[in-house]
């Protein structure tokens, strides 16, 4: 009887460290098949997970920047944690800032801030920054309109801040 234990306990731990050195071989490609899948059969921890392996394992790659990317989508998309999102889409724009997905990331990030969020000097910080980053992009208009639809709440930031100014220097 303790030998059967014995041998089942030898097995198990022997299937873990194969499993566990079956998935370091995984080529990023493969990383993000999985992550794509589980994300389509809304195992959302399992995609994240397949996504951040391929941060981790290959930093380098393509498809890091676009897992990245992938991370903040699914917070953003599926699990509606917006500011959690926010937090990921600035991981893209900070290390992968040569990289297309750091562009919509940019983006992303102002976006959420207005509509989201209602941190509009946020949002505006972000809109502006993008104008300046990217000023021929084809988002530009949609960066225009979101910003034309603050200008009031602007107005209203900026004569609060002037109040605030005012009593301080009292």
């Known amino acids: ?5 014995k041998n089942i306990l030898i097995l198990l731990i022997g299937l873990y460290v194969l499993s566990c050195s079956g998935g370091s071989n995984k080529s990023a490609d493969q990383h993000w098949k999985d992550g794509q ?19 981790k394992t290959y930093p380098l790659h393509e498809l890091a920047a676009q897992a990245q990317f992938q991370i903040a989508d699914i917070y953003l998309n599926d ?22 997905v750091s562009k919509k990331s940019l983006f992303m ?11 509009y000097s946020d949002a505006i910080i972000n809109y502006n920054l993008f104008k300046d980053k990217y000023p021929d992009d084809e988002l530009i208009p949609s960066v225009e309109y979101e910003l ?16 605030v100014n005012k009593r301080t220097n009292i």
């Open 148 to 163: 034309e639809g603050l200008k009031n709440i602007k107005t209203t930031i900026d004569s609060l801040n002037s109040i």
């Open 37 to 55: 899948q589980y994300r389509t059969e809304t195992k959302l921890m399992e995609s994240i997970t397949s996504f951040k392996s391929i941060i």
């Open 1 to 5: 009887m303790e030998n059967t234990v």
């Open 79 to 100: 699990t509606k944690d917006f500011e959690f999102a926010v937090e990921e889409f600035q991981k893209v724009v900070q290390d992968y800032p040569d990289h297309e």
């Open 109 to 119: 990030i102002a976006y959420i801030y207005n509509n989201y969020l209602e941190a």
